[in-house]
Each structure stands twice: as C-alpha cells, then as structure tokens.
C-alpha cells in the first residue's frame, strides 16, 4: 500500500509581509495612514476622566490625542501641536477616537450587534489600568496576538484555559477571502473558561447580566480591527489595546473591568485581578521583541504561515494587504 503527499506550491501558501516592511519611518507611516487613521482607536475609559476638565491623551507613531472631559459630561478629542479636533464616540465605557478626515462608521453600533455575551456593560467599572511599551513592530504583536501556536512552550497559565490546537478556521481559502474583503469583527465563547489563574474567580461579584439572559456559562470575546479585543469571564472583563508609536515600538493598554458594586480589597484582590492577562503578555512582550531582533538579520525571509494553527495570522496579513493596496495601489 502506498501514500502520496500532495504538496502546496510555495504560491498557494501565506506568509508574512517581507522584512522591509517591519522597519523605517517610510513603512511606519503607510501603515498608519493605511490602517489606523481609517479607523476608531481606544483610547481611554471613561473612569479614568471623571472629574469635569480632566484629560489623558494617546499616542499614535509620532502624533498625540488629548481626550478632555467637558463639564458637561461629553468628551472631546484634539490633535494636540495641530489642534485638529478629532473624532469621538463611546462604547461600554471606553472612548474611541479617531484621526479620519470624516467621521468613520459607527464601531460602537458594529460591535453592539454582537450581542455582547449577555452581559450588561453599564453596570462595569474599571478597576485597573496598565500599558507596556514593546520594543517590536505592531505588526509583530498583532501577529503573535493571532494564534496560540506558540503558547504550549510560553504560556503555560494561558495553555489551561485555551487549547491551542482548536484554531483552525472551517474552510481556510474562505476566510482568506472574507478577511480581504474587510471582515473586522470576530467572536469567540470558551464553555467552562473564566480565563484565570487555575480557572478560578477573580471576584466575589458577577458581573451583571442583560435582562431576560441567564447566567454566563464561560468566557466570551469580541475583536475588531486594528488589534483590539474585550474578553468577558463571569466576573471581570479584560481589554488590550495596541497601537504603533514608532517604527519598531508598540504600545499595548490594558483595562481590567468590574461590577460597578465590587469593592477592591474586599471583593476582589487587585494584583490577584491582573495577574492572569498581564503575565501572559509579558511573555508576548519578551517573545515579540526576540522576533524583532532575528528580523534584523539582513537575510530574513518570511516563511509560510501554518493553515491549521496560525490561520489567524494569515487572516490578519489578508486584511491588513488590502487595507495597504487599497491605500497604495502603486505598490502592488
């Protein structure tokens, strides 16, 4: 009896974008003109501007945003140096901004018809917020962001609560195409999973539920493009949000979320809180800096993304060329 393998042409296979495009100011601004400015940014919650006239601001390559409270109660968005007033809008707590000439699409009305995962976001708190500056590309972040292929060796808090080998899409060319075609939203529900340290609660409170649905059975998420992703569990929520502020640095922001009555201390311990989510990306930090490093050496090449495993990745580089030809046809 005897067995053939047919082998894909090199063709047929996806891989990362070529190592030019990870370095330089050139690449760094298409990038964002390409991807980021179209879009709506994360850029605080509201929590963290709750006295009239308070401000915090967000950094985009070299451009900064200041979000400023007004006394009564909304919130604006200026391109400060410019002064261009920006784009604003709220979602579960978070404000949105946006560098767009015109006004983009509603995310907020996007993501809402995702349903949420039954939980009723007005009664969320934050409870922590966070942020690491990574010495890599956005693009290297977004990527490892995209797939648990490299989690058995790097996660192994993470590994309890994901099997990293469930991430194959159904009909991969498919998803290929719908990526390019602008699919920007995606869901996920792990049954069981409260997406902590030995699956076990973080807080003494549940998190509320929308009216009329029952209780939460795992863990839920919802991402959207450019990178960003709320993770619900039962009792806490949990974001990142990365962007570019520069070349070959990333920040990433996290927020930890609550029920508006869980009382730190009592209720839940913050450290105990944080610890699941911020070791896991300090792990992804340390590993997408390694990665920055190797594509240094001038004779990198990208190699074929695995279609089982690191379907998201290939997902992701799909999306993210149209988004650069669609900008710059010129370059294809």
């Not at 985009?60 to 809008?89: F, K, N, P």
């Not at 349903?115 to 693009?139: I, M, P, Q, S």
């Not at 899409?169 to 990526?179: N, T, V």
Request: proline share 5%.
């Amino acid at each position: 009896m005897s067995t053939s393998l047919q082998l894909r042409s090199s063709e047929s296979e996806f891989t990362g974008p070529p190592r030019e495009w990870f370095f330089g100011e050139e690449w760094l601004q298409r990038d964002i003109a390409a991807v980021f400015d179209p879009r709506w940014l994360v850029a605080a919650h509201v929590d963290q501007l709750i006295a009239p006239g308070s401000a915090v601001s967000m950094t985009l390559g070299s451009r900064v945003c200041e979000v400023r409270r007004t006394a009564g109660g909304d919130y604006i968005a200026t391109e400060l140096g410019s002064g261009r007033r920006l784009h604003a809008e709220v979602w579960v707590g978070f404000v949105f901004v946006s560098f767009a000439t015109e006004r983009p699409a509603s995310l907020a009305d996007e993501l809402d018809k995702s349903g949420l995962g039954g939980y009723d976001t007005t009664r969320f708190k934050l409870a922590a917020f966070k942020t690491h500056e990574v010495e890599a590309n956005w693009k290297i972040v977004f990527e490892n962001n995209n797939e648990c292929y490299h989690c058995e060796l790097n996660h192994p808090e993470l590994v309890t609560q994901i099997d990293w080998k469930v991430t194959e899409a159904a009909d991969f060319d498919q998803y290929m195409l719908d990526r390019a075609a602008g699919r920007e939203i995606e869901t996920s529900n792990k049954i069981g999973s409260y997406s902590t340290l030995n699956n076990e609660p973080v807080s003494q409170r549940l998190l509320a539920r929308q009216p009329g649905i029952g209780p939460a059975n795992g863990s839920w998420t919802v991402f959207w493009e450019p990178g960003s992703g709320l993770a619900f569990a039962p009792d806490h929520a949990w974001m990142q949000a990365p962007r570019p502020t520069g070349a070959g640095t990333t920040q990433v922001d996290q927020y930890w979320l609550v029920d508006v009555d869980a009382v730190e201390g009592v209720d839940y311990d913050l450290e105990n809180l944080k610890f699941f989510w911020d070791t896991t990306l300090v792990q992804d930090k340390h590993l997408c800096e390694s990665v920055q490093k190797g594509m240094r050496n001038p004779v990198y090449q990208a190699g074929p993304l695995n279609r089982r495993f690191q379907g998201g990745n290939a997902g992701f580089y799909s999306w993210y060329g149209a988004q650069v030809k669609a900008t710059y046809p010129e370059l294809f």
